[in-house]
């Protein structure tokens, strides 16, 4: 009876300190984890929109376009610096025909919006919105931000 006991409480003090260490775990997770949001106008894409999960420091990588055309944005964002988030973006649109590469700084839920112009002959006019945010993704909600 005695070890019947004791190993009752050996095993509910094991599950104590695994729920509590999944719990400070989770809430260290959720205060490096943002999201970022991408949208893009472009010659190559009349409108594209994502919402990506992204961790301070890590990089991120958002593809997307056809079989004969594709489109990347790579970076990475840093940990906050006089309350804005140092990022380098690389962006390469028409299967690498255009490429970008900056160093802005995101804000959190402060869009930053502009335009490359690649052409003014052929009016090739790109134009990139990002939205660092804490928020969950809702790409719905990137029309109105």
């Given amino acids: 009876m005695k070890r019947t006991f004791f ?10 300190s ?11 997770t ?9 949208r893009v106008r472009s010659r ?6 994502a919402c990506v999960p992204i961790r301070i420091n890590e990089p991120f990588k958002i593809v997307w ?9 790579t970076g990475t964002v840093g940990a906050p610096v006089a309350g804005g988030h140092p990022t380098k973006l690389k962006i390469s649109e028409g299967n690498g025909q ?7 700084e995101l804000k959190l839920d402060e869009p930053l919006e502009w335009s490359n112009i690649q052409s003014s002959l052929f009016n090739h006019i790109d134009t990139y919105r990002f939205v660092l945010s804490k928020k969950a ?3 719905g909600d990137a029309r109105n931000k």
């Fill in 137 to 139: 993704c809702d790409v």
């Fill in 98 to 104: 255009c490429r970008t590469e900056t160093v802005p």
């Fill in 44 to 49: 190559h894409v009349d409108y594209f929109e």
């Fill in 7 to 16: 190993a009752s409480l050996c095993a509910l003090l094991i599950c104590i």
């Fill in 30 to 38: 959720s205060e490096k984890t943002m999201t970022l949001l991408l």
């Fill in 18 to 28: 695994v729920v509590l260490a999944q719990n400070s775990t989770d809430g260290a």
């Fill in 65 to 73: 376009g056809s079989e004969k055309v594709t489109e990347v944005v």
